[in-house]
């Protein structure tokens, strides 16, 4: 990767925007997109040594969500309805299968990172590093049997739930001006999977959790709390985002937060528009190390998944970003964290 400090993301939804289902050819990952935010060219030019790559599962009937409406008060709500399991099977497959082919035809320019050696190693490899991840498990059954077959496939990290529910958690709505308190929390078949992942060396994602969903995963998680992309609840009350104590619980289990650059997500005023500072992102950045400290919070951009603002562009627009954290007094020693350290000083913890 070059010069400066190499970034391993949190998150990214580029599987989706390559491997499209219906319509659209398939678009490769050595191609500088016209559209969307990462590629090989992009995280090169941006210092991105890897990061988690999501296997989403969209609905069945329709290519994308749809935009929420707004009030008067640009106050909204959004609640994903259940998909079919069948479907999420087929669909798993199907991404996982061009996957496998998108690294048997480069194997010189990406890098599966299975363990976390294979994490250390990307920071310096030219190889782009991708760890797989699945946002959603509505693949899996409540016996977890499918959860062996997935491991040896690659996946090395779980958000059980997506903003819909299935037969684990119930997930976070999306919602602005919102608490995420709202609705139960792990079923037992979700405990189930957080001790099976664990035993495996699948670590477990909390973004998307509601509140309950959170705090049942942290009682019965035995390693440090993993939460890949999400936003400070005090500086923008999105449902997706976490509040203090749930930070802190993080921080205190030795575990990390990604910084989301959703839009939606920093803003404050519930707004998806790209018109933001990129100096908005920095403010959640810092105010997370303010609660949780230098050795907690990390970045997990989003890429591909939702609206980035202008300023930052896409995957090259990295370097501006760690330059305006330095701006603000962070030392380069937490910047190094941050950019990296942090995730893989955790994930050593949950990878075997
Ligand atoms: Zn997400």
Sequence with gaps: MPAGIPVFDGHNDTLQRLLPRTGDAPQSILDHGDSGHLDVPRARAGGMAGGFFAIYIRAQESRNPPEPVPD???AWTWTPSAIDVAWARAECDRLLTGIDAMFDAHPDQLMR????????????DDRLGILLHIE?????????????ELYERGIRSIGPVWSRPNCFAHGIRFGWPSSNDIGPGLTEAGRRLVAECEALGIAIDLSHMNRQGFLDT?????????????????????????????????ADSGGVVGVNFYTGDLRGDGLNH??????RLVDHVLYMLDVMGEDHVALGSDFDGAV????????????????????RGV???ALSKIAHGNFLRVLEHHLT
């Design 136 to 148: 959603g498990a509505a693949m899996i059954g409540p016996d977890c049997a499918e959860l062996p």
């Design 113 to 124: 990172c299975l363990t976390h050696d294979d994490l250390v190693a990307c920071l310096s």
């Design 218 to 250: 942290a009682q019965c998680a035995t390693k440090p709390l993993i939460a890949t992309h999400c936003g400070a609840h005090d500086l923008c009350e999105s449902a997706r985002n976490l509040t203090d104590d749930q930070l802190r619980m993080v």
């Design 274 to 279: 790209a018109d933001m500072p990129l100096d």
């Design 72 to 74: 008067d008060n640009n």
């Design 308 to 327: 980035m603002c202008d300023e930052l562009g896409d995957a090259s627009g990295f370097p501006r970003l760690l330059e305006l954290i330095t701006g």
């Design 331 to 333: 030392s380069d020693t």
